[in-house]
């Protein structure tokens, strides 16, 4: 059974500043992992998918990357804005996209 | 190009009611995954339709249950509404032989009293 693992739970930040957020999964037959960013009662954005086959997708000021081996990934900000903040989810899917299967989520606060 | 619509936006029921909540896939997708989000908790997987049939289902009784039409829009329905029910409900949309990147409507709130 997979299950995802999001540390820290919540993150704060002054502006400017580089951050990383962790994911982990127990099941390495993850197929997709895709990170979104939620804003307050509304719904998810797509931020990165990283593919079966890929390693590494960048973005703009963020990056993230998957390691299936060791069972985690890691999304990477730069420069760090107070429009940053929000809680950023990732997940992982199985083989097929069937199922999808969140962590709970890292909430960012980047001060001004 | 429309993204994921999904309506109501907030609804307000009492136990033991019915309900049912909709969701317009974005253009081009033919799956559709529901999820329910509790206030400070990840999404929590429902179940998944394509082809007009469920094709994957998570740890949700039968009260929750679901219908995919053929223009690939989509409903959720939940029987006999427990408080524990509240919570944002999500509709997501992928495109089974790509890539399967979900895109998500902005959900549905549900309030059970």
């Known amino acids: 059974k997979q299950e995802v693992t999001q540390i820290p739970a919540a993150l704060s930040v002054p502006e400017g500043e580089n951050l990383v957020l962790n994911c982990s999964f127990t099941?390495?037959?993850?197929?997709?992992l895709q990170w979104f960013r939620q804003d307050p009662g509304k719904g998810l954005t797509s931020l990165l998918l990283i593919q079966s086959s890929q390693r590494e997708q960048t973005s703009g000021r963020l990056n993230a990357s998957l390691d299936k081996s060791s069972g985690r990934s890691t999304l990477y900000i730069a420069a760090s804005q107070p429009g940053d903040s929000a809680t950023y989810l990732c997940?992982?899917?199985?083989?097929?996209?069937?199922?999808?299967?969140f962590g709970a989520g890292t909430r960012l606060f980047v001060k001004a | 190009d429309a993204g994921v619509t999904q309506s109501p936006t907030h609804l307000i029921k009492t136990r033991g009611q019915q309900v049912t909540l909709r969701c317009s896939p974005k253009?081009?997708?033919?799956?559709v995954s529901w999820y329910q989000q509790a206030l400070g908790q990840g999404p929590q997987f429902i179940f998944q339709?394509?082809?007009?049939?469920?094709?994957q289902r998570g740890n949700f009784p039968d009260r929750f249950s679901g219908h995919q039409f053929p223009n690939y829009s989509s409903e959720l329905n939940v029987n006999a509404l427990l408080l524990g029910d509240s919570a944002l409900y999500l509709c997501?949309?992928?495109?089974?032989?790509?890539?399967?990147?979900?895109?998500f409507g902005e959900g549905s709130r549900l309030t059970v009293l």
């Open positions: 253009s081009g997708h033919d799956t």
């Open positions: 339709y394509y082809e007009e049939e469920e094709r």
């Open positions: 997501a949309s992928s495109f089974y032989q790509y890539t399967g990147e979900l895109f």
């Open positions: 099941d390495s037959a993850i197929y997709n």
């Open positions: 997940a992982g899917s199985d083989s097929g996209g069937f199922k999808t299967i």
